[in-house]
């Protein structure tokens, strides 16, 4: 398994401190909760992914928000029919099918959802695997915990990958355009793709287990390790921009 959800660039991003970096993220998840206007929230979010897209590129901003589409679609269709109480927008007859408050409330959901993933996604994507693994252990998470964290981020990218190459495969050696058949054989061919990702998960098993055992899972000695984070020598410095970029996104939100 070595699909690793890591994208090689440049930028502050990938200087900035690892552990610094885990301190950002949760703040930042933190501050899309906070009582803002939907302006300022949207605002913060854009920003984000610009600054994100800025480092990763467009094409890694543009999957992550793809990968969530399906989960923003339902909000925009079934959210704002959760508040009835309000200025109505769109009525048929007496019936109010959607109010201001319910539109904003889908609204801001949407761009919680939408910041939240990208910044989690931005720490995989800036920070090698292996110093992820040391800032858990670093914030004195079990070595398992820590493990199993990015076992996670390894394994599941990888069974997506085996997926699109599946299908990709199977979409080869048919005949039938894509594009003329109907839904049923669309879910119907489904079902030999899914057999083929089940078996190539089935078969990794045995790479995973060794992977774990290599790794020192289940000793009771110690564990050592061979990388370390004294490369980041602006530790202090990183963890108090990490610690000034949301006051200051949230001073700018009182304040203008």
Known sequence: ?????????????YRFDPRAKLLLMLLMCVWFFLPVTLLHLALVVALVVLVGAHSTGWHHAWRTVYSISP?????????????????????????????KEGLEQALRLMSRFIGITYVCTLLFAT??????????????????????????FTYIPFIADSFSQISESHRLREAEDEQKKKVGQRLKDLVPTLTSALVVALRSIPNLAMSLEMRGFGR????????????????????????IIPLAFWLASMLF
Not at 3 to 13: D, P, S
Not at 77 to 90: A, H, Q
Not at 223 to 228: A, D, E, G, M, N
């Open 1 to 13: 398994m070595t699909t690793n959800t890591y994208i090689a660039g440049k930028g502050w991003l």
């Open 127 to 152: 920070t090698v695997m292996h110093e992820v693994m040391l800032t858990l252990r670093w914030y004195h998470l079990p070595y398992k915990a820590s493990l199993v964290v990015t076992l996670a």
């Open 71 to 99: 989960m923003l679609l339902f909000m925009i269709l079934f959210m704002p029919f959760n508040v009835r109480e309000g200025v109505p927008l769109v009525s048929i007859g007496s019936f109010t099918v959607i109010t």
């Open 220 to 243: 009771q000695e110690r564990r050592s390790s061979y990388h370390s984070l004294d490369a980041y020598h602006h530790v202090c410095t990183n963890f108090l921009l990490a610690c």
